[in-house]
Every structure is written in structure tokens, then in C-alpha cells.
């Protein structure tokens, strides 16, 4: 389904029992961290939270909307987000219809749904402008903008959206980089050297220019998704976005700069950057569950902030996990598996632990067909977008349930000999490692944990895991409700 606005999405929580009000007047400088953190770390994630009353605002602070398996099916529309990974699989299937009438029954409801997806360009004004204030009358701190942690930097914009066009194309990207408030009009601009926004702005410095920018807040929650996915070269946030709530996006043109945004947002700040000037941003208790350091980053110079008549403020926290963006890691691990195992069709399964904080951990389980199978995977996913930042990769035969850590930590004990089946590699890493060598460089490391093979060296005989026989079990299930042990 297809939410109109932000809101109704938090009345869809609100009447499936997953969204608290908070009456009392709260803090936006560390309070609301501190509350919406323990209750991030509730068994299954705890409820979103509401605060109607933040200190020295008028606008209301949602988080934790996405903190929970429930809530991140909800906030795209569906039961279960394994029903959108089953229809992205089914459109990737290359299989050939047997003749005419098969494949246009087969092919239509696809095409269907393709159709939906491109975003809409509406004439006029959105609700997201039903307030626009310009000059004097911008002021940033007007919003309930969090400080998070003691040792941040400042108050940080931490659910947005930044919208940037191609210097050159004019394609549009949208990526979701923390913004440092500094003052009523200015900001920090935290987009990472390998980030889309980044390359925009090193563009816009060479043709000695500056970028425009739109952060929007809200709208459907499956542009908040869409944002932090990470989606394939040449793929429209916005177009994704369609496809995920089977209804296109519609945009408006933003007030000051030349950038369409979602005419359904809360909250617009609208911009420009001028990527030769710098200043110094952070440090951020960030998703890592260390402080990420300051340095220089791009400004941004807000020209207008729009948004519409009683509008709620969205927003998040990282931090130790588990925390609300495990969730949404949750989301992009099982959407992009078929995507995957389109790459590497001998991929079974795989696992992003929220421990490893989506780039330090993966665990993916195979199809092992020859010798050194393993590393290739390893190589292959190293040279696949994000992907590349990923610190620590554990590969283990198809029979293993790498959703279960607990089995994948007894399975990587027992089945590997370090100095035969490591690989260690150089490459890029994520600029957030405050471990690795030098920012954004460092090194990862694969582990082989499937059985091993005569020709990979392996001369001696590989043992059977311990099972008891069906029949036995067969027989104790039969009596298990007299021996009265539950």
C-alpha cells in the first residue's frame, strides 16, 4: 500500500499498536536519545515513539518508526518484506515462456507494475509547501533537531533525504548523509567520499560551480527506504520508491532551487553547496558505536525551509546496536539478495548480523561446486557497490542457516584452518572504520568455512555433523507430551 503522507503512516502504527505518544515536555539535547535508545534495545525493538511536547519547538519528534521487523514491513506496505524479495526474484527469473499466450500472461503483470513506478511531475505547490520562509525568516533552529550524543559536535539532521542533480546529466540522486546544524542558515554537508552526493559536488568544483541541494523530511516511508538503499548504478531513487509502494511518487518543484522534491514531505530545507568551501563537522556518536571524528566537510547554505501545516519531525539515532537502523539493514539484506543471486546464482542465503553494522560482517552461505568456490564469492562481492566496504566475510556451505549466528560461530570454529582458508585483500573501506589504516583505505578479510575438498588439499576425511537418526525422533515426538518435560 501506498501512504499519502508521513503521518498517516504513524496513524497505521498507531492503530496496529506500534507507536507510543509522549506527552511531557522532552529535551531534543540528549534526552530523546537517551529515551528512544532503551527502548530501541526492547526485545523486538520497542514501539515508535511520538513527543508531542519537545523543548523549545512546536513540531513533534517521530522515532523509531522504522525499529522494528514489523514496522519496516509496515512502512512498505506489506506483511512481510520477504513478499517484495519473492516479486523482485520473479521479475529477474529468466526463464522463457513456451510460446505467445504463456509469455503475455506471464510478462503484462510485470510490465504493470514497471509502468506505476516512474515518479510524477505535478504544476503548483505541494503540501510540503504549504509554509515557505526565506531570508530573515529561515531558521533551522526552529526544529526540534536532536543533539545526540555527549561529545557530538552540534544538533544533527539525522533522517534525511539530499536530493542532488547531476552537474552534467542532471540525473537526480538521493542519499541520506547527516547534516551538522551550525546556525539558523547553515549546515554541514556529511556525504562520504564514495557517496553519489560527493561525486556530484566534485563535479560541480571542477566546472567551478556551485550544487543545488533539497533535504526532505518524510513523505511515504518508502522514500526514507529508497535513500539508504543501495541501489545499482543508474537507478532512480524515486523510481524505486514507486516500485516498492506501487504507486508513483509525486514531486513539485522546490522554491529556490532547480530540484523537484516529494510534494507529500514534512519538512524541506533547500540549499546550495559550494564544494571548494569547507569547515569542520563532527564528531557524531555514529551506527559504528564510536564517535566518528571531525573533519572537513562541504557547507551548506539553506535558502528556504518549507513545510507543511502541522508537521511532524522525523528523525533517528545510531549508536551500540541494536538500534532502528538495524532494521532498515534488515530490509536492504533480504530486497537485494535476488539482485544478488543474480551476480552469483550460487548464493543460498545471506546474513548482515546487526552487530557487524552492515560493513563488518557479512555471513553468506553457497552452492560450493569446485575448488576455492569460496573465495570467489568472497572477490565477487568485494567488487560489488557497497559491497566493497564490507570488513569480514564468512562463507559457508548451503546447508547452513546463516540467519543463525549461533550456528555459524559453532560452523566457523570447527570447519576452518586459518592459514589455509583466509584471504586477506587491500581496497577501500568505509570512511566510518575508525580501525582501518587511513580513512576510507584499509584492508578485509574472507574466511572459507564450507567442507573442504580433496583438491583444494584436503586429504583427510571430513566427519559427519552429529545427528540423531528420524526414526528415533520420530518415536520421542510421539512421547514427548507424557514424559511431562515442557
Known amino acids: 500500500m501506498a501512504y499519502s503522507n508521513f503521518q498517516e503512516f504513524l496513524k497505521r502504527l498507531e492503530d496496529i499498536g506500534e507507536l507510543k505518544r509522549v506527552d ?30 519537545p523543548k523549545g519547538s512546536s513540531f513533534p519528534v517521530a522515532i523509531n518508526a522504522f525499529g522494528s521487523k514489523r514496522r ?13 524479495a519473492d516479486e523482485i526474484a520473479s521479475m529477474l527469473k529468466p526463464e522463457v515462456p513456451n510460446g505467445a499466450l504463456q509469455a503475455a500472461r506471464e510478462l503484462l503483470p510485470k510490465l504493470g507494475v514497471l509502468m506505476k513506478m516512474p515518479p510524477r511531475h505535478d504544476r503548483g505547490e505541494g503540501t510540503c509547501q504549504e509554509v515557505v ?10 526544529l526540534p533537531i536532536l543533539h545526540c550524543w555527549p561529545q557530538d559536535g552540534g544538533r544533527y539532521i539525522t533522517l534525511p533525504l539530499v536530493f542532488t542533480n547531476d552537474p552534467v546529466t542532471g540525473k537526480r540522486n ?35 560551480q556551485n550544487i543545488q541541494v533539497a533535504v526532505v523530511l518524510g513523505g511515504d516511508p518508502a522514500l526514507t527506504y529508497a535513500a539508504t538503499a543501495p541501489l545499482p548504478p543508474g ?34 530545507i533547500e540549499g546550495y553547496v559550494d564544494p571548494r568551501e569547507q569547515r569542520l563537522e563532527g564528531p557524531f556518536g555514529d551506527h559504528t558505536g564510536y564517535y566518528s571524528l571531525a573533519d572537513m566537510y562541504p557547507v551548506l547554505h539553506v535558502t528556504a525551509i518549507t513545510h507543511r501545516k502541522n508537521a511532524v519531525y522525523p528523525c533517528t539515532i545510531v549508536g551500540q546496536p541494536p538500534m532502528e537502523d538495524g532494521w532498515l539493514g534488515y530490509a536492504t539484506e533480504r530486497l537485494f539478495l535476488p539482485l ?30 569446485y575448488p576455492g568456490h569460496a573465495f570467489k564469492v568472497m572477490h565477487a562481492l568485494w567488487g560489488l557497490g557497497q559491497a566493497m566496504f564490507t570488513k569480514m566475510i ?39 572504520d575508525h580501525a582501518s589504516r587511513s580513512m576510507g583505505f584499509g584492508s578485509k578479510i574472507g574466511f572459507d568455512c564450507t567442507r573442504k575438498l580433496l583438491a583444494e588439499g584436503f586429504t583427510r576425511e571430513w566427519p559427519d555433523v552429529i545427528t540423531m537418526s528420524p526414526e528415533v525422533k520420530k518415536r520421542v515426538d510421539a512421547m514427548w507430551t507424557d514424559l511431562g518435560l515442557d
Open 133 to 142: 520562509k526565506t531570508g530573515d525568516d529561515i531558521n533551522l533552529e526552529e
Open 340 to 369: 544478488l543471486k543474480l551476480t552469483l546464482p550460487e548464493v543460498v542465503d545471506m546474513h548482515l548480523p546487526v552487530q557487524g553494522i552492515f560493513h563488518n560482517i557479512a555471513l553468506v552461505s553457497i552452492k560450493k561446486r
Open 72 to 84: 519496516m514491513a509496515a512502512a512498505l506496505g506489506v506483511e512481510d518484506i520477504e513478499s517484495i
Open 24 to 53: 511531557r515536555e522532552v529535551d531534543p539535547y540528549l534526552e530523546i536519545t537517551e529515551i528512544a535508545d532503551r527502548v530501541m534495545k526492547m526485545p523486538g525493538g520497542g514501539p515508535a515513539l511520538l513527543f508531542e511536547n
Open 174 to 208: 538521493v542519499g541520506m548523509y547527516r547534516i551538522q546544524v551550525y546556525d539558523r542558515n547553515t549546515s554541514g554537508m556529511h556525504w562520504q567520499m564514495h557517496k553519489v552526493g560527493a561525486e556530484h559536488a566534485r563535479v560541480s568544483a571542477e566546472r567551478n
Open 235 to 268: 537507478i532512480d531513487e524515486m523510481l524505486f520508491a514507486g516500485f516498492l509502494r506501487k504507486s508513483p511518487v509525486h514531486l513539485v518543484k522546490a522554491k529556490t532551487v532547480d530540484i523537484e522534491v516529494p510534494a507529500d514531505a514534512e519538512i524541506v
Open 394 to 432: 564468512f562463507v559457508f556451505d548451503a546447508d547452513v542457516d546463516v540467519q543463525n549466528v549461533d550456528e555459524c560461530l559453532w560452523r566457523l570454529g570447527n570447519n576452518i584452518d586459518p592459514e589455509r582458508d583466509t584471504c586477506v585483500v587491500r581496497g577501500p573501506i568505509d570512511v566510518l
